[in-house]
């Protein structure tokens, strides 16, 4: 197996939240203790709901917020112990694309100058070969050339993630860490958009870190997955081992819970009790219990699953994975 | 018997400083008592102006320009402001898309479900509050009791949406609108909404429109189905019918551009281009600068519902 470009060891981040005026402070472990592998060239879909951590994770992997504990190795070298001159590297070298393509475009400033932003700052063109890098990148990613000089509200949606991921392109990053790139789009858009990612990762060899919540598109777009419930990876794999032999109940009722199209594919839906525990009063033992058909006590109440490798290569968090209906 | 809602040539213009945007275009569709209809569409097709037409909430420069939406026999774009009051919020009613800003923050729950028990129900207070306790109940609010003194910003999302249905079906409407009540939620909590629309459907037999972007949610449940695209139906029929066989390229090309119905790794059959802008009042069909298959008078001239198979309608060239 070759190294991994980016990889993390137990990383946790903990935020200390205050209750009301005069409220204990609790802590949120928005991130507790994950493990993360990225191989170069791979695509790893990290999957959940709302409030379970994985934006956090990926601001941790950017270094756009410091770890509480545990540590991320980029080309395996630790990111905590890069001087200023590897961390500008490093920004270089991972790339974000934001979710909402209308907040994270600056309305004051024209479409060749936002994908400019990256190169001046990174030194990596002089004035005249800049333009023509960005009418470059802008036709990779299906501007046409009298879009320079246009601002961001003159686009649909669609076309503003492409110039969002345009200037993610601009600085040639070796991984793309995506967050939610197509959940703001409409249908027909969304799949233009999944095509320019894999287009654009097969021509770049790029590697992505996919953070979505729609499960059809991450099994789409990934090599490997990681499921994630209240800050810890509750399953982890190949993604058509986790998504056709899934080992926690969590990922069969996320899967169940997708509505389908193809009449044969339906069957009886899995349809979870109740809410995302606050991930300030996390419940003890098994963070799923509450909400697991399958959750049986004292077991699953008092004793926190261990992530353990069940098939080869194939993790998950649950003391009954063997049990699973399928 | 006659249908519960018959809507007819409805067209709702929005008149704007550089032209007039026809939001909804000569809209036809009717429903029947205990039926669902899903409405599906991507953003801006029209398809939430057709439910803000059909409650007349449509705010200027907005304006219901012809057509007749018959309730239960009488016509609502007709009636005067007071009776159409009579019926909002207690014959015909409304669940909208974000529970966030559909409750009021500075009322307790309770009190906004009462409200209407109040108003249409002539309930006293003491009546409407039990009645507003057992209906937060049916809408599997824990401890109902406890929760009727909450504010919003108390509850989860999924609670929230749940306050606007038990809301909406407070005074057990016949007809519920429903305008994307699940795009704000998690998937999980997202399959307990709709099941739970399903079961108080299902109970009281009202008539539910389900306007969505979402197909999968629309071909569990939905009876009919009718594809909106810029301001018009295109193609409208039995659900399982539609699903079965498409025949307007634009529905062919939203189910080929799912990732589900896709291989995995394999390019998605993406539809190219983007939605029309309506200012610009094209000639021929408003389709046409995606379509796959368009031919010369595709841009043309505007193609008209045909009837292809029984109650399948669509609106295409190759079928006329």
Same mark, same amino acid.
């Given at each position: 197996m070759s190294a991994p470009l980016l990889e993390t060891t137990a990383l946790r981040r903990h935020f200390t939240v205050k209750t009301g005026a005069f409220g204990a402070k609790k802590v949120l472990k928005a991130v507790d203790g994950i493990d993360l592998r990225l191989n170069p060239g791979e695509t790893l879909g990290l999957a959940g709901e709302s409030g379970c951590g994985k934006s956090t994770v990926a601001r941790l992997l950017m270094g756009l917020m410091v770890p509480s504990a545990g540590e991320i190795r980029f080309r395996g070298r630790k990111l905590a112990e890069m001087g200023r001159e590897d961390i500008f590297s490093f920004r270089k070298d991972v790339q974000m694309v934001f979710q909402d393509p209308f907040s994270s475009?600056?309305? @004051?400033? @024209?479409v060749g100058d936002i994908i400019a932003e990256p190169l001046t700052i990174h030194g990596l063109a002089s004035r005249t070969q800049k333009r023509e890098m960005i009418l470059n990148l802008m036709e990779k990613v299906g501007l046409a050339r009298e879009h320079f000089s246009r601002y961001p509200h003159e686009f649909s949606g669609g076309q503003r993630q492409r110039i969002g991921i345009a200037r993610a392109l601009a600085v040639s990053p070796r991984l793309i860490i995506a967050d939610e790139p197509v959940s703001a789009l409409d249908l027909s858009i969304q799949a233009q958009i999944i095509n320019l990612l894999q287009e654009l990762k097969k021509a770049l060899s790029l590697s992505f870190l996919f953070i979505a919540h729609d499960l059809s598109v991450v099994r789409h777009m990934s090599d490997r997955v990681a499921i994630m419930y209240l800050g810890k990876i509750v399953e982890t794999g190949g993604a058509e081992a986790v998504f056709s032999r899934f080992l926690h109940p969590y990922t069969e009722a996320l899967l169940s819970a997708v509505p389908r199209i193809k009449p044969e594919q339906r069957k009886k839906q899995i349809i979870l009790q109740g809410d995302i525990p606050s991930p300030l009063t996390p419940p003890p033992g098994c963070p799923f219990h509450t909400r697991c058909p399958y959750a049986t006590p004292p077991l699953c109440t008092e004793v926190p699953p261990p992530l353990e490798e069940k098939e080869t290569g194939h993790l998950a968090a649950c003391h009954f994975s063997k049990n699973l209906y399928r | 018997m006659a249908a519960l809602l018959q809507v007819s040539e409805l067209s709702t213009h929005f008149h704007l400083p550089h032209g007039t945007l026809k939001a909804v275009d000569r809209v036809n569709f009717s429903l029947e008592n205990g039926e669902t209809l899903a409405i599906v569409g991507e953003s801006g097709c029209g398809k939430s102006v057709t439910a803000y037409s059909i409650m007349r909430l449509v705010m200027p420069p907005g304006r219901v320009e012809s057509g007749e939406v018959l309730f239960a026999g009488q016509d609502l774009l007709r009636l005067a402001e007071k009776d159409m009051r009579e019926l909002r919020g207690n014959h015909i009613s409304m669940i909208f898309q974000e529970p966030m800003t559909s409750l009021n923050p500075v009322l307790t729950i309770g009190r906004q479900i009462t409200e209407g028990l109040i108003l249409h129900r002539r309930l006293l207070r003491d009546e409407a509050h039990s009645e507003g306790i057992d209906i937060l109940q049916q809408v599997g609010i824990p401890s109902p009791a406890a929760r009727f003194n909450d504010y919003p910003h108390q509850l989860s999302g999924g609670m929230r949406q749940r306050v606007v249905i038990a809301m909406a079906l407070a005074c057990r409407p016949r007809l519920l609108i429903a305008d994307e009540p699940t795009t704000a939620l998690d998937v999980t909590i997202q399959a307990q909404i709709l099941e739970l629309i399903d079961r108080l459907q299902s109970a009281s037999g009202m008539g539910l429109i389900l306007i969505t972007h979402d197909l999968g949610i629309v071909a569990e449940r939905a009876l009919h189905t009718a594809i909106m695209y810029a301001g018009k139906i295109v193609e409208y029929s039995q659900t399982c019918e539609l699903f079965r066989t498409p025949l307007h390229p634009y529905t062919q090309g939203l189910l080929n551009a799912l990732p589900q119905n896709a291989t995995p790794g394999q390019p998605l059959n993406a539809i190219p281009g983007h939605v029309p802008d309506l200012l610009a009042d094209v000639p021929g069909c408003g389709f046409c600068d995606r379509c796959p298959v368009k031919e010369w008078h595709c841009l043309k001239e505007k193609p008209v519902m045909k009837e292809v198979g029984a109650g399948h309608l669509v609106r295409c060239w190759k079928f006329q």
């Open positions: 475009l600056n309305p @004051r400033m @024209r | -």
